[in-house]
């Protein structure tokens, strides 16, 4: 009996998920509160994970518990030389410590990650050897991450380990409120620049994000690692190596639909086509307006003219008569 009872879940588990069409590679969501396993694609499978790295630096640079007030300054050594990715960060800037981790984090900026690590206390081998304690600290067991920016194709992960780090990364009150800012003011040498989140869903309508992170190179495609409320519940999404941007946000708003479930779309619907059925249903009443006034106009016009032809020859028809009398 209990077989049968679990094959039915999942058999109703599968027919949902592929019901979802997904562009991404490997793909895992699940509910954060009991663990719930929502949707599953190649999970286990470890690839590059491009920026989503950011995560990890994030963390290991917070728990050294630096002066976030001091100033970095942005050295020649933190420009990519390796996929020579642009940066809006000039090389000589000096910015706070909180400023940077908001750059590389939020705008994803290479030279802002990489001048974390280079400061941290040990500098760069300080910097890895901490990497390496947290990831086995959190079980991330097929992870593997060499360099503190993600441009690097030997960083890679599974979307089972990342779902990890995401649920640690959350317990960072700096990760999440910068991570879902939508946007920020940073002053770099003398001026205010604006910088914006990577992550177009982030302050979008109907999105309640409370983690966010993308990432690109060649070697791993679109990624997103992503916890949001949806359907009462809070959820966190991971993507991987999608083909492009617009793949992976379509994965992502297909998920979402998946988790809200066909009962509470269709509250929404009926709103929307009885609103709009009603606008297209008064056209006809003006129509049917027009096509009455112009009868009864023609009618009256034509019924006066008889009326008066017959009171002028009855008018005559008197006058004769007078004469003859």
């Known amino acids: 009996m209990l077989k049968k009872i679990v094959a039915v879940l999942l058999s109703t588990f599968t027919a949902a998920a592929l019901a979802v069409p997904l562009g991404s590679q490997s793909v895992l969501v699940v509910e954060d509160d009991t663990g719930k396993v929502i949707l599953e694609k190649n999970a286990d499978v470890q690839v590059p994970i491009a920026s989503l790295t950011k995560l990890m630096t994030a963390m290991v640079v917070l728990d050294s518990k630096p002066d976030m007030k001091e100033a970095i300054e942005i050295d020649r050594t933190d420009v990519?030389?390796?996929?020579?990715?642009?940066?809006?960060?000039?090389?000589?800037?000096?910015?706070?410590?909180?400023?940077?981790?908001q750059l590389a984090l939020m705008s994803s900026d290479n030279r802002a990650a990489a001048s974390l690590a280079r400061t941290y206390p040990g500098g760069m081998e300080g910097f890895r050897r901490a990497v390496n304690a947290k990831i086995?600290?959190?079980?991330?067991?097929n992870t593997v991450i060499e360099e503190p920016t993600g441009l690097s194709p030997h960083n890679r992960s599974t979307a089972t380990d990342l779902v990890k780090m995401a649920h640690a990364a959350s317990l960072y009150p700096e990760i999440t409120r910068i991570t879902t800012d939508k946007k920020d003011l940073i002053h770099i040498k003398g001026r205010d620049v604006e910088y914006h989140n990577t992550n177009r869903l982030v302050g979008a309508k109907g999105w309640d994000v409370g983690l966010s992170k993308t990432g690109y190179t060649e070697e791993a495609g679109r990624c997103l690692i992503m916890r949001f409320k949806s359907g009462g519940k809070n959820n966190t999404l991971v993507l991987l190596n999608a083909k492009a941007?617009?793949?992976?946000?379509?994965?992502?708003?297909?998920?979402?639909?998946?988790?809200?479930?066909?009962?509470?779309?269709?509250?929404?619907?009926?709103?929307?086509?009885?609103?709009?059925?009603?606008?297209?249903?008064?056209?006809?009443?003006?129509?049917k307006a027009s096509a009455k006034a112009k009868p009864v106009r023609k009618a009256r016009i034509v019924k006066t003219s008889v009326k008066a032809k017959k009171q002028a020859a009855a008018v005559k028809a008197s006058k004769r008569t007078s004469r003859e009398m």
């Open 245 to 287: 941007n617009s793949a992976r946000l379509t994965d992502a708003v297909n998920i979402r639909r998946l988790i809200v479930g066909p009962e509470a779309r269709s509250l929404e619907r009926p709103r929307l086509l009885k609103a709009s059925a009603k606008v297209k249903a008064e056209k006809p009443r003006v129509v």
């Open 136 to 141: 086995r600290l959190l079980g991330m067991h």
């Open 80 to 101: 990519d030389m390796l996929k020579h990715s642009t940066s809006r960060v000039p090389v000589g800037a000096a910015i706070s410590r909180a400023d940077v981790l």
